[in-house]
């Protein structure tokens, strides 16, 4: 059974920093890329940023291009988020995405497994 479990989400002031985690479980990790979407009440869930499944080619949306940076540790099937300089409207909850020997895709149909989602909240 496949799992992705994210953490790190909480509170923080506009201008603070947060990292988020996403561990899988279920899966042979390197043969998947891995992206971050984030969607706020109302609105449609939206790439955030990517990792391919090698681990040479990341994706960022251009909202979040030198604050928020993504890495991945295939040996600890983990993939992180850190999130930097960050404003009110980041505030969303943030979803872990699974693309076996995907390109980064924008799509979320694209991917196969999702996580539960972490809340983050940044305040003004």
């Known amino acids: 059974q496949v799992q992705l479990v994210e953490s790190g989400g909480g509170l923080v002031q506009a201008g603070g920093s947060l990292r988020l985690s996403c561990a899988a479980n279920g899966l042979t990790f390197s043969t998947y890329s891995m992206a971050w979407f984030r969607q706020a009440p109302g609105k449609e869930r939206d790439i955030v940023a990517g990792?391919?499944?090698?681990?040479?080619?990341?994706y960022y949306a251009d909202y979040v291009k030198g604050r928020f940076t993504i890495s991945r540790d295939n040996a600890k099937n983990t993939v992180t988020l850190q999130m930097n300089s960050l404003k009110p409207e980041d505030t969303a909850v943030y979803y872990c995405?699974?693309?076996?020997?995907?390109?980064?895709?924008?799509?979320?149909?694209?991917?196969?497994?999702w996580g539960q989602g972490t809340q983050v909240t940044v305040s003004s």
């Open positions: 990792i391919r499944f090698g681990g040479g080619f990341t």
């Open positions: 995405a699974a693309d076996k020997w995907g390109g980064i895709s924008r799509r979320v149909s694209d991917y196969d497994y």
